[in-house]
């Protein structure tokens, strides 16, 4: 691959990103169930077991006088049932939980590859070159003026630069993604921002070099 790409292999190389990153997301498990798997075990296995256990637990069935001998009470005993229900069935409901918190990460990170979001990131990146603010601690003035006052400006970066910021935002604990993947993803939006906005690519690879175009990119507001 040369170091400058001509559009159809920017097509090309968007594509391959592009696969790699959807190909990411499928390694990191996020449709995996949880509270499916345990729900399964506990109640299809152990609470049927415990159940019967419950069931013959008469003065003179085995479980119980085995249970009679460790604890040397029949209160203990009724206890120790008791408390160990309620234990199965607490289990499902923290797994439930976990499975909540999974599915929220993974309707965020899917969300990842959709436009309007790779593009927040690339926007504060060059706005960061911009101002020392974050782009959502600007006023709408602000931006405006930020906006009218660089036009002419090229915005200059380096790949490892963006490459850096990306892997810096996804190691948050929002996405808590590490790896491969920001690579892949850094490549995927720069390519994305080549072929349909004003960004320049003066030089491709992991020592690539851009230009980003200020002049009415309103975009970038």
């Given amino acids: 691959m040369s170091e400058f790409l001509s559009k159809t292999e920017m097509y090309i190389e968007r594509a391959r990103f592009q696969e790699l990153v959807h190909r990411n997301f499928g390694e990191m498990n996020l449709d995996k169930n949880i509270f499916k798997g345990v729900a399964n075990f506990i109640y299809s296995t152990l609470i049927i077991g ?3 256990s419950w069931a013959s637990a008469s ?3 085995n ?3 085995f249970l009679n001998n460790v604890f040397e009470s029949k209160q ?3 206890q120790f049932f008791y408390i160990t229900f309620h234990i199965l069935f607490m289990i499902p409901m923290i797994a439930l939980l976990l499975d909540i ?3 929220r990460r993974a309707v965020i990170i899917n969300s990842l590859a959709h436009t309007n979001i790779y593009r927040i990131f690339y926007r504060e990146f060059i706005i960061g070159k911009l101002t020392n603010k974050k782009y959502s601690e600007l006023r709408i003035d602000e931006k405006k003026e930020l906006f009218l006052s660089n036009q002419g400006r090229k915005v200059e970066f380096e790949y490892y630069e963006f490459e850096n910021y990306i892997t810096e935002r996804l190691s948050k604990p929002i996405f808590n993604i590490s790896g491969f993947f920001p690579s892949s993803y850094a490549n995927f939006i720069l390519l994305n921002e080549c072929i349909d906005g004003t960004l320049i690519m003066e030089r491709y690879g992991h020592f690539g070099k851009y230009g980003e175009l200020i002049d009415e990119n309103y975009h970038l507001m």
């Fill in 59 to 61: 003065d003179t069935s």
């Fill in 101 to 103: 918190r999974n599915s």
């Fill in 63 to 65: 479980i119980f006088l």
């Fill in 76 to 78: 203990i005993v009724g």
């Fill in 50 to 52: 415990f159940f019967f």
